[in-house]
């Protein structure tokens, strides 16, 4: 199969084009908005002190010259696999591997995380089990085709919208907010926004998932520059309101303490009786998060199954339902073990590091594109490929190390694998 080929998806087998830019915006919006702010504010408030927003700032522009990089790319070679298919296509087939490797690891580790979130926000004290039962049940409704998801994600953006505005009205129209928490204190370091700004980079980066699913976008050169960004922005402006809210209620120190930021926001603001109306909007943020999540992660399981990275029985396409089913299955059925298993703030950082090396090697991609193949100016992808690598080097260090030993341990797989294709082709 040639690459042209295996860029526009022309094979048997081939995915069904029947997404939209409505539909492509709102599953970015559904992997990226309303999760993240619900769960990572806190740990970047722990870390960076009164700089949180400098650090909303720092991710806000890796995430952009990501979702740059990675809209001229994707409308490059509209196929499913992300940066998987852009790193083997113009950087050689290992960086692809890599790329691929480094999503699937980070993205299984955020699925896990969103489902966690819904289940320490519907019943805490069985949160692993809700957030196995979370996972079961969205792989299902994966299985079930692309315009469903779609469908559902709708819903999902909708009701996470007006609950976090309900939240941003009640603190600023409260007598609790104070102005004077924006100031920059003494508590600020280089590292610790930075720190902040890896952390809060999950929240960002379900833009992703419009790349990965671009196999199945109508028209995907038009379609998917066009939609990143629109996703993009509409979070971007979205955390920056909840954020400066929870600073000016809650000021930085008691916004790292808090375990649940926006329930203690609300109760803060004398607004008690939102409080369970942001713990049912967590849950679905969290939800309607890990249905995409898991929609993009299956989408580079088969394409890394396609070239026989992963076992090639992965690469198998529903002949009724037109999506990869065995590869949703067995995503679903990893998932739900390291959600059974995992702690939230673990899979959050391990997560960050997996995705910010899948996004480097997406802006070392987009660095070789031409003129003629509507290459983004070149500051963007340099300034992303440093940016993802400074924050995914300055995250806590057990996220680190953790992170370089999977991805350390998937190249050393790709070198086996090839050293016994090489003995057995000889």
Not at 42 to 59: D, K, T
Not at 159 to 168: G, P, S, T, Y
Not at 285 to 293: D, E, K, T, V, W
Request: net charge positive; glycine share 12%.
């Amino acid at each position: 199969m040639t690459a042209e080929d295996r860029a526009g998806g022309a094979q048997d087998g081939g995915l069904h084009r029947g997404l939209g830019l409505a539909d492509a915006v709102l599953i970015g919006l559904g992997a990226m908005l309303g999760a993240g702010i619900f769960t990572a504010l806190a740990p970047a408030a722990h870390a960076a002190g009164s700089g949180l927003l400098l650090g909303l700032a720092v991710a806000a522009v890796v995430a952009y010259c990501n979702a740059t990089s990675s809209a001229r790319l994707a409308a490059r070679y509209p196929a499913s696999g992300g940066t998987y298919v852009y790193g083997r296509e113009r950087l050689g087939e290992f960086w692809g591997y890599l790329a691929g490797w480094a999503f699937v690891v980070g993205k299984t580790a955020s699925c896990a995380a969103m489902a966690l979130t819904a289940g320490l926000y519907v019943w805490p004290e069985y949160a692993h089990a809700v957030a196995v039962g979370a996972v079961l049940v969205l792989t299902a409704v994966n299985y079930a085709g692309i315009q469903k998801s779609a469908g559902l994600t709708r819903v999902v953006v909708g009701i996470v919208l007006a609950v976090l505005a309900a939240v941003v009205v009640a603190a600023f129209g409260s007598g609790a907010a104070d102005t004077g928490q924006l100031r920059l204190g003494t508590d600020i370091s280089v590292t610790g926004v930075l720190e902040a700004a890896g952390l809060l980079f999950f929240a960002f980066a379900g833009y992703a998932r419009i790349a990965t699913l671009g196999e199945e976008v109508r028209d995907p050169a038009r379609t998917i520059p066009r939609a990143v960004p629109i996703a993009l922005a509409v979070t971007l402006g979205t955390y920056t309101l909840v954020a400066v809210a929870a600073l000016t209620v809650l000021g930085p120190a008691r916004l790292a303490a808090a375990a649940a930021p926006l329930s203690e926001l609300v109760r803060a603001a004398g607004a008690g009786w939102l409080e369970p109306v942001v713990r049912a909007g967590a849950a679905v943020a969290a939800l309607g998060a890990l249905l995409a999540l898991i929609l993009g992660v299956s989408r580079t399981t088969l394409a890394m199954a396609r070239d026989r990275h992963l076992p090639h029985a992965l690469a198998a396409v529903h002949p009724r339902f037109a999506v990869p089913h065995r590869a949703e299955i067995a995503v679903g059925v990893l998932v739900a073990a390291v959600a059974a298993t995992a702690d939230i703030r673990a899979a959050i950082g391990f997560s960050s590091f997996g995705v910010l090396l899948y996004y480097a090697v997406a802006n070392a991609s987009a660095a070789t594109l031409t003129r003629a193949e509507n290459r983004p100016p070149r500051a963007i992808p340099v300034l992303g490929f440093t940016g993802c690598l400074v924050l995914a080097f300055t995250l806590p260090p057990t996220s680190v190390f953790a992170g370089a030993v999977v991805v350390a341990a998937g190249a050393l797989f790709y070198g086996v694998r090839r050293a016994v294709s090489g003995r057995r082709s000889a």
